[in-house]
């Protein structure tokens, strides 16, 4: 039983590979945004002819960058602006129109898109500034232009922004000075004048763009619904932002997880310090959040960030113009050895590698360079190259498949022909799969150079640190991006008991309590399978010496309270307590240090030898992307050393391992000086667990597990703090995770007609192996029904392909997988339609595919995991669900009928059928 399939092979740094069926979807599916990128007419409310006005400005923009489409000026004073004819209204427009643009005073703006909805635009662009940035007044004005366009379907980009011009359409629709060339690169930018900035400098360099746009104050469309737009335009290769605020973290994260594993994304994000961070709201009107939570969330989703406008304008171009490399390893030729170590330097410095010269290379080099050349990587061809000898040297530097880029200086000499070298350089430009730099120094003598290699499509930068860097960011981001989607080890069964967990976080709350005690804490770690030091409570002395007897000396005392947060603050922490006497003392030592509200005993521990390393494990909220997780060193000193990193719950066993290998106690943890090393593995799967309690416990605020002791024996929590949200905070408001965590809802069981087992949960990173086997079960037939046409199980198996099936946005969509003892057997998914234009409105339509194991056919289990994803349409708020079904396949359409789709209307492929069903 068998449907076609909305996924594909791809690489992660290039196009997808085929799949006819996806293939086919895209060629037919629109999308909501179109109408700012390729509109057939445009409408400009405010419109003038005053010299030097923005609406004067975008007129002639837009006549003079034809787009195939027609300019209706609105403005109710004039009948004409710039011979154009103009109208009072966009009711007045005899013809329909796709966009307006709007220039008006703000207070306007808000009846203007109340026209415009009734016109049935269904886009407009608010140029005009005055909105949330001024205060509670321009708040107003937003909540009531989106609340018009919301009655009308109509999406706004801005307020507060330049425009968009998409340049391979044609379309102007800005007030900036120039038009941007054509090209692969998409442009987002809050800053408008930041644009302008970078579209000057592009026109210099030769570097084009696909889309130029800036967002302003995302009203409306936003980060995750451009990357989204970028990410299926087949004419973008790659994505960069000016992000002055994240706006919608979440969608935000979601696109660009989706987006970065076929188009590089990268981010300069304003506001890494405070006083920048403040400027940045101030600008916006939004807030920025912690920069240190952004740089785990950029991770987390792939995104490239850098820190200057020069980092972007240098990535912008290699990228337009060269591949990403696939290693850390660079080849450098030169005529100079200074510029030779400079390079090599900054390459070393950011963690590249100097390509080895193999010996058949070295021998073929020392054929033709003078006996003085380096005969080494750099490889310096001296200051009297000419651009011979330069072309011998680049022909056998590209030849070697070692390197993963090269890199070619050039220092204007006396014997240096600095021209017809370029021209020499200029074949490698498209040819080697890899990156080519290059850095022509000096001024005007290597002026024309420079021009011959910026047009060829190799990027060349003034100084060769500069280029060296650049290839250490690239490679870094290709690294990172394969990290994310390592196939994870699977995770080890352990009782994990989260509503117990639940039901005593709840019974805290009720009391008007948000601290919990330590024993608490401890009770919550245990649910979750996390191990804790023995822990018990007594309210008298003599209870506490009972407790310490039974557990044997020595014995530790720590404060047991409802109040105090930091027991060692207040002397609430006695240590290494040898005898019954010594529990007394203490136990009357405590209760001294903190008032009698604040004192309602003790909790007695055995002392645990502090011999291994002291981790810290917690979670805090950020107001923008959630709970956030942090690991680091731990002790009483842990605010001293700041050896700490952070990331985005939930994790994996591989995220967990990328989150602890960014802290120096890793190093420690892998064994130092003669220690052995402790069981990474465990204290990764104690981190997956400490990740699945935060984002399955929404009441927890903040937690801190402090210390964890970690040594090559044991692995145990020595004390634990856990702050709940006030009860005045409902559940259904409390922060969410950024990240969608693993549905649990949607796990179930089933037997199949022969009375077969088989368990029905959401796919998870760690079925990739099983998927592998899976596509193996496969008949030709089967495949060629999901497919429209066979395709090969290599490429079926393929990592690139699988991890984009295993590794799901929850968000975006639900994959059902039916396993069998240890078989899976069946995948069906289900996935929303992102940006679509339907009758029910973008983002609650979703495709479904279904594919099940020949061996497993004919014994109801389609049936039964359609009629899962009906249900789980349901409850994520979908309205209509869809597929496309080859005609020939009859089974797979009396599936359908049964479970109350609508089979038909006709498809545009007569091959196909197209079924559907209202969700009610």
């Known amino acids: 039983m068998t449907l076609r399939t909305n996924s594909s092979p791809v690489n992660a740094h290039s ?86 643009v709007i220039v008006t005073p703000a207070p306007t703006v808000p009846g203007i898109i ?40 109509m999406r706004i980009i801005g307020p507060n922004c330049l425009g968009v011009m998409s340049p391979l359409t044609g379309l102007n629709a800005t007030f900036a000075q120039a038009m941007a060339r054509p090209g692969k690169v998409a442009f987002l930018s809050q800053s408008g004048a930041l644009l302008t900035a970078v579209l000057d400098y592009a026109i210099r360099e030769q570097i084009g763009f696909s889309a130029f746009a800036s967002l302003g104050s995302m009203l409306d469309v936003g980060w995750g619904d451009l990357i989204d ?27 660009a997880r989706e987006v970065a594993l076929t188009k590089p994304i990268i981010v300069i994000k304003a506001g890494r310090t405070s006083v920048g961070a403040k400027a940045a709201a101030s600008h916006t009107g939004s ?120 890199l070619v200086i050039l220092t204007p000499q006396a014997m240096t022909d600095a021209t017809r070298t370029a021209e020499y350089l200029r074949p490698y430009a498209r040819s080697l799969g890899k990156p080519v730099l290059a850095s022509w120094m000096g001024g005007a003598t290597i002026a024309a150079g420079e021009q011959i290699l910026s047009d060829a499509g190799i990027p060349t930068f003034p100084y060769p640190d500069t280029a060296a860097d650049v290839f250490n960011t690239l490679w870094r981001y290709t690294q990172n991006l394969r990290s994310l989607y390592e196939t994870p080890t699977l995770a080890e069964a352990g009782p994990v008991d989260a509503p117990a967990a639940t039901q005593l976080l709840r019974e805290v709350r009720a009391r008007d309590r948000v601290l919990l005690t330590e024993a608490e804490s401890k009770q919550i770690l245990t649910a979750y399978n996390i191990p804790t030091v023995e822990t018990h409570i007594a309210a008298d002395p003599d209870s506490a010496v009972a407790f310490a007897e039974r557990m044997g000396y020595p014995s530790v005392l720590k404060l047991h309270s409802e109040t105090v947060t930091h027991k060692t603050d207040v002397g609430g922490v006695q240590l290494n307590l040898p005898d019954a006497d010594a529990v007394r003392a203490a136990f009357d030592r405590i209760g001294q240090g903190v008032t009698a509200a604040d004192f309602l005993g003790v909790t007695v521990q055995p002392m645990v030898r502090l011999e291994g390393y002291e981790i810290i494990l917690g979670a805090s909220p950020d107001p923008q992307f959630g709970p956030v ?48 090393p402790v069981d990474i593995a465990a204290l990764e799967q104690v981190l997956v667990r400490f990740s699945q309690l935060v984002v399955e416990q929404p009441l927890i605020k903040e937690i801190d597990i402090n210390p964890l002791l970690v040594s090559p024996d044991r692995m145990i929590a020595l004390d634990a703090r856990i702050v709940l949200y ?79 099936i295993a590794f799901t946005d929850y968000d975006r969509e639900i994959a059902l997988v039916a396993v069998a003892g240890a078989r899976l057997i069946a995948v069906a998914r289900l996935s929303r339609v992102r940006g679509g234009i339907a009758a029910v409105g973008s983002d609650q339509d979703a495709r479904f ?70 969700i009610v």
């Open 726 to 804: 006030d009860r005045e905070i409902p559940e259904e408001d409390l922060p969410r995770p950024a990240i969608r965590p693993y549905p649990t809802q949607y796990v179930g069981a089933a037997s199949l007609r022969d009375g077969t087992a088989v368990d029905v949960r959401p796919i998870r990173p760690e079925d990739e192996p099983a998927l592998v086997a899976f596509h193996q079960t496969l008949s030709e037939r089967s495949v060629a029904l999901r497919y429209y046409e066979p395709l090969a199980l290599d490429q079926r198996v393929a990592h690139e392909r699988l991890q984009r």
């Open 229 to 255: 737009y970028l990410g299926n335009d087949p004419r973008t290769t790659s994505i960069v932002l000016y992000m002055e605020s994240v706006g919608d973290a979440r969608a935000f994260l979601s696109a």
């Open 287 to 406: 807030l920025t959040g912690s920069d240190e939570v952004l740089d785990a969330a950029f991770a987390r989703a792939g995104v490239l960030r850098v820190n200057t406008i020069a980092d972007v304008f240098a990535l912008t171009e290699a990228l337009a113009k060269q591949p990403t490399p696939q290693g850390n390893r660079l080849t450098i030729v030169t005529n100079a050895g200074g510029p030779g170590v400079l390079a090599t330097d900054a390459l070393i410095s950011g963690g590249g590698q100097l390509t080895p010269i193999s010996d058949a290379t070295m021998a073929e080099l020392n054929g033709f360079l003078p006996a003085a050349w380096s005969h080494n990587n750099p490889i310096d061809v001296l200051g009297d190259a000419g651009a011979d000898r330069y072309a011998k040297t680049l022909e056998l530097a590209a030849k070697d498949e070692n390197a993963d880029g090269l």
């Open 114 to 153: 109340a026209d415009c909805v009734q016109a049935g635009i269904k886009g407009a662009i608010v140029i005009s500034a005055g909105f949330k940035e001024t205060g509670a007044e321009g708040i107003e004005l937003e909540r009531r232009v989106l609340e018009a366009a919301r009655s009308g379907g």
């Open 15 to 100: 196009a997808r590979q085929s799949d006819p069926a996806h293939d086919l979807l895209q060629a037919t599916q629109t999308s909501a945004l179109d109408v700012f990128f390729a509109p057939r007419s445009v409408a400009v409310i405010g419109a003038t002819e005053n010299p030097g006005s923005v609406g004067r400005t975008l007129i002639t923009n837009l006549i003079a960058s034809p787009f195939g489409g027609t300019v209706y000026p609105i403005n109710p004073k004039r009948p004409s602006v710039l011979g154009i004819r103009a109208y009072p209204s966009v009711a007045d427009v005899p013809e329909p129109v796709d966009l307006a």
């Open 849 to 918: 595919t279904l594919l099940v194991s020949d061996e497993f056919q004919n014994q109801g289990l389609g049936t039964l995991l359609l009629a899962r994803l009906v249900e789980i349409a349901k409850s994520e708020g979908l309205r209509r669900i869809h597929a496309d079904v080859l005609a020939e396949n009859l089974p797979m359409q009396s599936v359908c009928a049964r479970l109350g789709f609508q089979i038909g209307p006709p498809h545009s492929t007569p091959s196909i059928v197209a079924v559907s069903r209202e």
């Open 629 to 676: 997780i942090l690991f680091g060193t731990g002790g009483q000193l842990v605010e001293v050393y700041k050896d700490r990193a952070l990331a985005l719950p939930p994790l994996s066993s591989t995220l967990a391992q990328r989150l602890m290998e960014r802290t120096k106690i890793f190093t420690a943890l892998q064994g130092v000086r003669g220690r052995p």
